[in-house]
């Protein structure tokens, strides 16, 4: 395998000055253009329908063609085939005919490097990607080596081409071990890693196909903006400098938003579309702590109930007129922010969010005494990552750490915002159906469903709904015992850090060894669920973390059944449930799914009627019903979620129109 250093592909290679900067300006459609484009999307749907089957199958039968052609062959002929491939495919941008060469010749490469051919549905995959589609392709159906695909053409092409991950680590391991396809094709591969340079960065961004981060490669194109103003590289600021100023050394990190393949897409696009993106300078921790500390008194002298209601479903606490009442009373003497009742409240309502929302090992981790995020979808620690308004500096007054400085935003941009700066815009993921109207609105992305190259063989259990937390951890532990004594391995899949501590303190009281994969353990992620297919091994994995590793199954597991995974708790979202699901049964082995729940669980903490909540505890009451219960919970707060990315995008909008207005920064 060839190793990709951060640079490597670009050593020596001066970064030429960006005279072009491609990206697709901000389009805030009005009501009646979204009624106009929706209306034609109904009237197009039936032709679309009867049309894309015969397209489809018209696109195999002529890239196969094109690929028996190659195979023939010798590696000299191959090779000059790829040079003439190259000025036609430059010629003939993206065109049907550059589509099925550069496929064709992708897929060639990648049997003569890596001794692997892509199906039929993979180059499916990789055909609509190139035309702006998202895909939903099913776990360990090849999502990384279709974009490779598609990343190759593109490239081809001469589009310079980003592919778009959740997080560093995959970055760097998709673009090791796809490497020797584009080098052979004679592209360029570089990849964006924490801690790099500027000028590093700068000649990455130069290679034909980049490898990174989605919050690496947001943040970098957000610095370009805060160095060129408003208007970015391609504006009359960055002109003036160039006519002015043609030695600068301020060249723009990256060289446009052209072509984006954004892998896990409902993660990155959906999940992580709930938090803007803010570059942030740091306020004095002396004063973080005065102000912080007087607030988390204040807070303790307040009365639940009475001064303040905590509102279950939106996770959100709302202030009573007693509850202002006692606040300006007890504020009364103090200066600074407490003299406005306004600061005051917002202060003071965020110090109780803190005491009785925000929990460790929920939400938060503390870790060599400092406070770090954990991701709520991923369970990922996020350590670069911090919340606004003084919220992370309560946290750290609470748990007793070093309270650092507050970041105080110098430029913010949404994700729904960056990404459609895209000229063209990809993505895959294994579940997105859930979310498809929301991509389709947010991000102009059509969903398209790619069918398994086998047919699954995943076998769902009886759900199973117990009263007590107790009661289902006794049953997980039952289920795994039995499980791996037919000499299978087991996945057990939690919602949070706590509640994966919870499952292996029964499963080390009943004698299990097993290893724990949470925001904790996350730096031996890959060789946790690399092992996690063996033998009567035991995995208990937060959310799935660890997701884009493949769980190879020996072959005597594949003998006895598979893996076998319980989920033991539903998610905010049913696609993460589905996502685990995904984790079994992949490449049409055989394997189980089981749900245990309990009606202790947090999700049903959103649930306003304790009535139901009473009921559902009465003994005769059946699964079934108590299912109804967990479903009307999920999709409550699937709608909060929904919401409040809604009102982030409108926030966005009039913030970016008043900005407009003001010539100010982003």
Sequence with gaps: MTTVSPASALVGVAPPQVRFYPERADRYPQWLDELGESALRALSQPFRATSAPFRIWYDLVRINRISRRLIDLNDADFDAEIARARIRLRREVLSSRSLWLGIALARETTFRTLGLRHHDVQMRGALAMLRGSLIEMDTGEGKTITAALAAATAALAGVPTHVITVNNYLAERDANTLSPIFERLGLRIGV?????????????????????SNTEIAFDYLRDRITFGREGPRGTRAKLRRVTQPMASENPVMRGLSFAIVDEADSVLVDEARTPLIISRQSDPEAEAVWTGIALDIARALERGKDFIVIGDERRLRLTDRGRATIGEI????????????????????????????????QYLVNDGKVQIIDEYTGRLQPDRSWSDGLHQLVEAKENVEITGQNLVMARM?????????????????TAREVKGELHSVFGLKTVRIPPHRRSRLWFRRPRVFRKTSQKWQFVVRETAREISRGRPVLIGTRSVAASREVSAALEAAGLPHEVLNAETVAESS???????KTGRITVATNMAGRGVDIALEDDVVKAGGLHVILTERHDAGRIDRQ??????????PGTFSTVLSLED????VIEAPVLKTLAQLPYITIALR???FDRAQKRAEKVHARARRDLVRQDRRLNQLLSFAGGME
């Design 192 to 212: 964006i890693l924490e801690n790099m340079k500027p000028d590093d960065r700068r000649q990455v961004y130069r290679a034909d196909i980049v490898y990174a």
């Design 331 to 362: 504020a009364a003497e103090l200066s600074g922010i407490w003299e406005s009742p306004i600061r005051r409240e917002e202060v003071i309502s965020q110090a109780l969010s803190v005491l009785y929302i925000f929990k460790n090992g929920e």
């Design 414 to 430: 949404t994700y729904q915002r960056f990404f459609r700066r895209y000229m063209r815009l990809s993505g895959m993921t294994g």
């Design 527 to 533: 060789r946790i669920i690399a092992d996690a297919g």
């Design 580 to 589: 685990l699901a995904g984790r079994c049964a992949r490449r049409g082995e």
């Design 602 to 605: 947090p999700l049903l903490d």
């Design 627 to 629: 299912l109804r219960l």
